[in-house]
């Protein structure tokens, strides 16, 4: 019995150091779940903390505008506040009122300009003087010819002409 004693005591010995190993496993394990958790809390507890100084700021700042919104009112009447409006507009509307004005007067020196060039045009048109024809008895002949459906080339070979001379005539008379 001796011996029989012995193995279950050494089995018992083995048996309870394993469950200690496994009771100090899971202790180890249950201190490392804790402490990342304990991470992950003190994180969320600084986004928190952020968010509620964030609303406070924009709490503060609310109160804040609704007390200027609120001392405006009481402060501007209608016409005051109409008066106000029609200044900025006015501020607004200045610069483009000041370019348009600009603008104009480019326009008008511009067109003052065209008109000079367009009578320079004009009288230099004037001095030049066409010719109605180049032969005033052979304008008759052309068109006589050129309406009883006779070439431009026979033309100009009957009349002794030359081809551009018969064109000329014809364009003249606006006939072609």
Known sequence: MNIIDTIITYRL????TLFGLIILYLLYYVY???SQYNKSIRSIAGVVEELNRDMFYLKNGLIETKKKVENANRTMSDEEIYAEIERNVYDMVRPLIQNIKEMQQTIATIDAQLQSRLASLESGVKQISIPS???ANDDEKIIT???QGVSVE???K???LAQPEV???LKINKIK
């Open 13 to 16: 010995e083995i048996i309870v």
């Open 32 to 34: 490392e779940k804790d």
């Open 133 to 135: 024809s180049v032969h």
């Open 145 to 147: 010819l050129y309406k």
């Open 154 to 156: 026979t033309i100009a």
């Open 158 to 160: 009957e009349l002794h």
């Open 167 to 169: 064109e000329f005539v």
